[in-house]
C-alpha cells in the first residue's frame, strides 16, 4: 500500500486522446485515480513477457503474418504485445487484456493490437486474417468493464482496436435530431461536441460512465438513464465490414444517395442489424443514432423504502406506472450497501470482518448517509415544463407513499457533491465518472456484473434478489444490486466488487457466477449480457428446443465466417474449427479459456 501520497500523474484529457476525459472532469478524475491508487496494492509485473501465439499457427508463421500486417497499415498501426501488462484504470484502460480479470490475466489476452484508419484497412485486416486464419476480435474503445473489457475470448486473437484511428462523428443533424459516428467516439465526446456547435437542444443519453464508445456499447445493448435508455431501440442504420471482407450498410443505408439512413432503421426487407449486436458475425464501422430533443424541463426525484420486503410491493407499484410512462426514465432501484460504496471508501473502513457485510452493520453505516438509513432507493426523473411534471410527479409521490416509511428525499437538503446530483446529470444527458467510486470497495477493485432479466413483478424481483444474496453470502461476497427498469422488463443488476490480486476471492466470484446463473435459469431467468467467462454457460441456458437457437447462429457464423476469424466464441457461438475441441468454459469444463487445438482449415475456405 502506497501510504505517502505521491502526485497522480495527469489523465489524458479528450482534446489529446480520443478516450481521454472532457476538461470539466478532470479534477474527478485526478481524485478517482488517486483514490484507486492510494489502496493498489497489486504489483505490476516489469518483464516483458511471451507474446500468447493463438493456437493453430506456429510463433515463426504468426510474426511473419505480423510483418506481413505492418507493411499493410504501416508499422506504428500493428503493435505486438509482448510488454508487461499494465491494468492501468478506468480512464487509462488497456487494450490487451482484461484489467478486470476474474481468471488469471493471461487468460483473455491478445497477442497483438491494430489500429485501421479506415473501414478499407478493416477490409485488410479482414482479408489478412482469413489468409494465416488468425483469430481477430474488434473493440472501440475497450471499456466493456465487468463484461471483458477490451479482452478477446480466444487468448492470442489479435485486437483490433478501431477507436484509436477512427474515432470521427460524422454528423450531427440539429433538425432531425440524429447522429452518425465511428466506432471510437466516446459519449463524453458527443457530449462536448454538440456543446461545442451550440446545438443547446440536443440530449444525448448517457450510461452511468460516459467513457464508452457510443458504438460498442449500442452493439452490447448496453443502457442509459434518459427515456432514451435502450440505445438498440434508437439506433439506425450501420456499417458493417463482413468477416470475409465485404462490406454492407443495413436499413436505408443499402440505398444509394438516400436521406432516411439515421431516421428509418429498418430499409427494405429481412432486418439484418439484430445479428451484428452482441455478436461475432461482423465488424461495425459506423453507427446512426437518434438524438432526444431537449423536452423544457426536468427534475431528478429520490425515493427511500426502509425495509428489504418493501421490494415486492414497490415493484408492484413501478410497473403500471413504468408501462403508462409516468416514470419516464430507464430509472433506477438501489440496495443501500451501493450507496455506502458509493462514498468511495473501501470495506475496511466500516467492516473488518471476513465474509459479506452484516445487515446490522450497514444499516449502521446507512445511518450517516444525506437520505439517513433505508434498504432500497429509486433514483427518478420527470421531464418537461413544469406543470407536466408536476402531473407526473404527484401521481408518483402518492403510489410510493403507499409504502408504510417510503420518504421522498428534498433535494435541497442535499450537499452538491451527494451521489444524486450525478444521477441528475446521468439522467439529463451529461456523462459523468462518479460511479466508478464504489469500486473501491476492495483494493485492487475490480467488478463483474450478474444481470438477469425479468417482468416488473414483485415476485420476479425478491426470487432474484434472493438467488443473488443466498449465493453472495454461500461464497462470503457482497453484493450491489440495481433494477434497472425498462419498459416491460427489468435487468437486475449485480454488481460484484473484488480484488482482483486476490486468487481465493476470483475463485468466490467464479463459483458465485456460475451458480447464480443456473439457479436463475432453474426458474426461467436468463441474463441480457455477460462476461467472456460466462458466455458459454449463459448461451447454453437458451436452449430451448434442442438448442435450436444455438443451431441457427452456427449456421449463420459457418456461413458468414467460414474460417472462423471473428472473435470465435463470442456470446457462445463458435465457428466450425473449434467446436467440439473443448473451448467452452462451463461449470463442468475446465477454468482456463483455451481449448484442445482448432481444425486445420479446410482448402474450400481460402479466401
Ligand atoms: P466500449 O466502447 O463501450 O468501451 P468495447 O469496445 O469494450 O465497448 O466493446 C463492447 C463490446 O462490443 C465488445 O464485446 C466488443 O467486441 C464489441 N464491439 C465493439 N466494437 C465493435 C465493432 N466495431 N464491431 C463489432 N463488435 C464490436
Not at 421522498?408 to 450525478?422: A, G, M, N, V
Not at 455477460?530 to 449456421?555: C, P, S, V
Amino acid at each position: 500500500m502506497s501510504s505517502q501520497k505521491q502526485a497522480v500523474p495527469p489523465t489524458p484529457l479528450l482534446e489529446e486522446k480520443h478516450n481521454g476525459i472532457p476538461a470539466r472532469l478532470f479534477d474527478k478524475a485526478q481524485k478517482t485515480k488517486a483514490r484507486i491508487l492510494d489502496i493498489a496494492t497489486k504489483t505490476q509485473v516489469t518483464r516483458r513477457r511471451e507474446p500468447a501465439i493463438p493456437q493453430g499457427i506456429e510463433k515463426g508463421k504468426f510474426l511473419e503474418a505480423l510483418e506481413d500486417l505492418s507493411r499493410q497499415l504501416r508499422k506504428e498501426n500493428v503493435e505486438i504485445v509482448d510488454k508487461p501488462l499494465k491494468d492501468g484504470w478506468y480512464m487509462e484502460n488497456p487494450n490487451t487484456h482484461d484489467s478486470m480479470h476474474v481468471l488469471d490475466d493471461e487468460e483473455f489476452i491478445a497477442s497483438a493490437i491494430v489500429y485501421p484508419g479506415d473501414t478499407a484497412e478493416v477490409q485488410k485486416i479482414v482479408l489478412w486474417a482469413n489468409k494465416h486464419h488468425i483469430p481477430i476480435f474488434p473493440i472501440s474503445i475497450g471499456r466493456n468493464f465487468g463484461y471483458g473489457g477490451a479482452a478477446p475470448r480466444v487468448r492470442g486473437s489479435v485486437v483490433v482496436d478501431l477507436g484509436r484511428r477512427m474515432n470521427k462523428i460524422l454528423d450531427i443533424n440539429p433538425d432531425d435530431c440524429t447522429c452518425l459516428v465511428e466506432p471510437g467516439v466516446t459519449f463524453y465526446a458527443l457530449y462536448e461536441e454538440i456543446q461545442a456547435r451550440g446545438y443547446k437542444h440536443l440530449w444525448i443519453d448517457v450510461p452511468d460512465l460516459g467513457g464508452g464508445s457510443i458504438l460498442g456499447n449500442t452493439l452490447d445493448r448496453g443502457v442509459g438513464y434518459t427515456p432514451y435508455g435502450d440505445h438498440w431501440t434508437f439506433h439506425s442504420g450501420l456499417e458493417v465490414v463482413l468477416p470475409t471482407g465485404e462490406v454492407i450498410r443495413t436499413g436505408m443505408g443499402a440505398l444509394p444517395n438516400n436521406n432516411s439512413w439515421q431516421i428509418f432503421p429498418y430499409g427494405f426487407g429481412p432486418y439484418a442489424d439484430g445479428i451484428f449486436s452482441q455478436s461475432n458475425f461482423g465488424i461495425v464501422t459506423k453507427l446512426g443514432m437518434a438524438l432526444m430533443p431537449d423536452p423544457g424541463g426536468y427534475e431528478s426525484y429520490l425515493y427511500t423504502f426502509q425495509k428489504e420486503e418493501d421490494l415486492t410491493q414497490l415493484v408492484e407499484i413501478i410497473r403500471p406506472l413504468r408501462i403508462a410512462n409516468i416514470l419516464e426514465n430507464v430509472a433506477q432501484l438501489r440496495h443501500v450497501v451501493e450507496q455506502i460504496a458509493c462514498l468511495g471508501k473501501p470495506r475496511s473502513t466500516y467492516w473488518q470482518g471476513e465474509g459479506s457485510m452484516p445487515d446490522d452493520v450497514i444499516h449502521e453505516v446507512a445511518k450517516s448517509l444525506s437520505h439517513g438509513d433505508c434498504t432500497w432507493l429509486y433514483y427518478g426523473m420527470a421531464y418537461g415544463p413544469k406543470e407536466i411534471r408536476q402531473y407526473k410527479l404527484d401521481i408518483i409521490h402518492k403510489e410510493f407513499m403507499k409504502i408504510p416509511g417510503a420518504r421522498r428525499i428534498d433535494p435541497s437538503t442535499l450537499p452538491k457533491d451527494d451521489y444524486f446530483w450525478s444521477r441528475d446529470r446521468i439522467a439529463s444527458g451529461v456523462p459523468d465518472l462518479e460511479e466508478l467510486a464504489w469500486v473501491n470497495w476492495h483494493p485492487n477493485g475490480a467488478h463483474i456484473a450478474f444481470s438477469p432479466v425479468s417482468p416488473v413483478r414483485g415476485v420476479d424481483a425478491t426470487k432474484l434478489w434472493k438467488i443473488a444474496k443466498t449465493r453472495c453470502n454461500e461464497n462470503g461476497l457482497d453484493l450491489f444490486p440495481t433494477y434497472v427498469v425498462g419498459l416491460r422488463e427489468m435487468h437486475l443488476i449485480v454488481e460484484i466488487v473484488f480484488n482482483r490480486d486476490d486468487p481465493k476471492m476470483r475463485k468466490a466470484i467464479h463459483d458465485c457466477m456460475r451458480a447464480m446463473i443456473d439457479d436463475a435459469a432453474k426458474e426461467g431467468y436468463g441474463e441480457y449480457r455477460t462476461h467472456l467467462a460466462f458466455m458459454d454457460q449463459i448461451a447454453g441456458t437458451y436452449n430451448w428446443n434442442d438448442n435450436a437457437l444455438m443451431k441457427f447462429n452456427q449456421r449463420l457464423k459457418d456461413c458468414l465466417d467460414p474460417n472462423g476469424i471473428l472473435a470465435p466464441g463470442k456470446s457462445g457461438v463458435w465457428p466450425a474449427r473449434y467446436r467440439g475441441r473443448g473451448w467452452e468454459l462451463t461449470k463442468e469444463g475446465r477454468e482456463t479459456s483455451e481449448g484442445n487445438g482448432v481444425a486445420p482449415p479446410s482448402a474450400s475456405t481460402k479466401l
